[in-house]
Nanobody, 126 residues
C-alpha cells in the first residue's frame, strides 16, 4: 500500500517562504511523475508543480502551474524517495491545502494510477 506523507505547511506572512516535503513509501515499481497540487477554499484542485521521474525521455523536466513559476521550485531526492516544494514570495492567494501526488505503477503488470497524500494546509496571511 503506497503512502505519501506531506509536512511543512503552516501560517506565513505575505512575502515569506515555506518548504513542503513529501515522503513516499518504498516498494513502488515505477514512479513516472511526482507533483504538488493545491486546493483553495471553494475552488478546484489545481497543479502547482510537477517533475518527471520515470521513463526514458525528459526525466527531470519540470512544469509549473498558475503564477507560481519563478516563486516556487520543485525538487526530488532520489535516495530519500522524497519530494519538495520550496515556496518563496508567498501571496495570500497561495493559501490552500497542498497535496503530494505521484503517477505510478505499483507492480510491473499494474496500470499507471494517481496516488495522493492527505494534504498539508498553507495559510498566507498577515
Amino acid at each position: 500500500q503506497v503512502q505519501l506523507v506531506e509536512s511543512g505547511g503552516g501560517l506565513v506572512q505575505p512575502g515569506g517562504s515555506l518548504t513542503l516535503s513529501c515522503t513516499v513509501s518504498d516498494g513502488i515499481f515505477n514512479i513516472y511523475v511526482m507533483g504538488w497540487y493545491r486546493q483553495a477554499p471553494g475552488k478546484q484542485r489545481e497543479l502547482v508543480a510537477s517533475i518527471k521521474t520515470g521513463g526514458f525521455s525528459n526525466r527531470g523536466e519540470t512544469k509549473y502551474g498558475g503564477d507560481v513559476k519563478g516563486r516556487f521550485t520543485i525538487s526530488r531526492d532520489n535516495i530519500k524517495n522524497a519530494l519538495y516544494l520550496q515556496m518563496d514570495s508567498l501571496k495570500p492567494e497561495d493559501t490552500g491545502v497542498y497535496y503530494c501526488n505521484i503517477d505510478a505503477k505499483m507492480n510491473w503488470d499494474s496500470s499507471r494510477e494517481d496516488y495522493w497524500g492527505q494534504g498539508t494546509l498553507v495559510t498566507v496571511s498577515s
